[in-house]
């Protein structure tokens, strides 16, 4: 076996910076997350989805003047084409997840279209909510509700979802979540995003690339399981036993620790708050075993146990809360099923990724990282006694 060449060389890429950004800023050692000079406990409970789509494109929050237009301009992009619908129609008969429906359907946007990068991006942003929702819609054996151009993105959402315009807080606490969610640092579904643009590919082949990163467990798949701990322990006096078995069996436990941050994920707290707000108005569900107050209860009992026993069976790490435990609370106190919350994430992520695009072809390069090569040099090809007769 030949070995390995002697060239600096890092598994998974960690710790080697690869690009420069504006976009945002993620210190994993202080806790903190910065969205254009903004910290995003700042900034994602208070702006509209608009106002940080526009900043993250152009670099600035807008104007007052610029504000409804480039909304209006947004909202103009929410219809999907034909050939969109029909690949959801048949993706639902194939009853197949919907991030896979989600993919599939973003290859189409650029049907028909002279490639636009920012164009491209705004379409992406703007028509992912109506692919999930009317994805959503058809799986469940009903009609897709027509988009509607004067709610505000977050509202359209949950209004393609429903076929019901949502309340204030509703949407408030969406808006919250996309907001927070928007952007990440070079990530795994964004750094592929940056990949293939820096091929001069364009931004719908891009995206639909970040999708396919995104839909790995490894990065996108984690607030279903969180939220499934909770149900299993059930009441506040079984979650000691509960995740201390779990602990024992050496088992992690979703929605606790993150690659990057050594402290607190800084988004768990903005969730935490946006969650709290929306369960506070929330009333009891129909047909459920609790109502949605009992259940924030006992997930925030669960966290507190968590973190205690996280403490005790491994002193030497730092294992937090991270944003996936109150995306899952947040999503599903907003009626969100598990299978959804992946691709709602998407729908915030989508600006992140056409951001990153759209940086990378104004100053980036082809992206070409090196490999060190471990195998064998010395082999010899002998041709078969068939090819010879």
């Known amino acids: 076996m030949a070995r390995a060449e002697h060239v600096a060389m890092t598994e998974g890429l960690d710790a080697v910076v690869a690009t420069s950004t504006r976009l945002s800023h993620v210190d994993g ?13 700042d900034l994602a409970p208070n702006a509209s989805f608009e106002e940080v789509a526009f900043l993250l494109l152009h670099g600035c929050l807008p104007e007052p003047s610029e504000r409804a237009p480039f909304a209006r301009s947004l909202a103009g992009r929410r219809a999907i084409p034909r050939a969109a619908m029909g690949v959801l129609r048949e993706a639902a008969a194939a009853k197949v997840p919907p991030m896979d429906a989600l993919r599939m359907a973003t290859a189409t946007l650029s049907l028909g279209r002279v490639e636009d990068p920012v164009d491209d991006a705004l379409t992406a942003i703007a028509s992912f909510p109506t692919i999930v929702g009317a994805y959503q819609r058809i799986a469940n054996g009903e009609e897709p509700v027509p988009v509607r151009n ?27 979540y996309l907001n927070t969610v928007c952007d990440h640092g070079l990530n795994a579904s964004t750094f592929a995003a940056r990949v293939i643009i820096s091929t001069r590919s364009d931004v719908i082949s891009a995206i639909t690339g970040a999708l396919g990163a995104l839909k790995g467990p490894l990065h996108g798949g984690a607030p279903g399981p969180a939220l499934d701990m909770v ?32 402290v607190r994920d800084p988004r768990a707290d903005v969730l935490a708050q946006a969650a709290e707000r929306l369960w506070d108005r929330a009333m009891p ?73 759209l940086e990378q072809l104004r100053e980036g390069r082809l992206i070409r990282p090196q490999s060190a090569y ?16």
Request: hydrophobic residues 40%; contains cysteine; aromatic residues 8%.
């Open 285 to 357: 569900c129909p047909g459920q075993p609790m109502g949605l107050p009992d259940v924030y209860d006992l997930a925030r009992s669960v966290e507190a146990t968590a973190l205690r026993l996280l403490r005790e069976y491994k002193p030497d790490r730092r294992l937090d809360t991270n944003v996936e435990f109150y995306t899952a609370l947040l999503l599903h106190g907003l009626g969100l099923p598990t299978e959804l919350f992946t691709p709602t994430f998407a729908v915030g992520r989508v600006l992140g990724w056409s951001a990153h695009c």
């Open 150 to 176: 004067d709610l505000p993105h977050a509202a359209h959402y949950l209004h393609q979802l429903s076929g019901v315009e949502p309340s204030a807080e509703r949407a408030r606490a969406l808006e919250t």
């Open 374 to 389: 471990i195998g064998p040099t010395d082999l010899h090809y002998v041709a078969s006694r068939a090819a010879l007769n």
């Open 231 to 262: 149900f299993e322990i059930g009441t506040p006096d079984r979650a000691e036993a509960v995740i201390r078995a779990k602990l024992d069996r050496g088992e992690r436990l979703m929605g606790f620790g993150h690659r990057i941050y050594r």
């Open 29 to 41: 050692e202080a806790g903190q997350l910065v969205l254009c000079g903004y910290r995003v406990e």
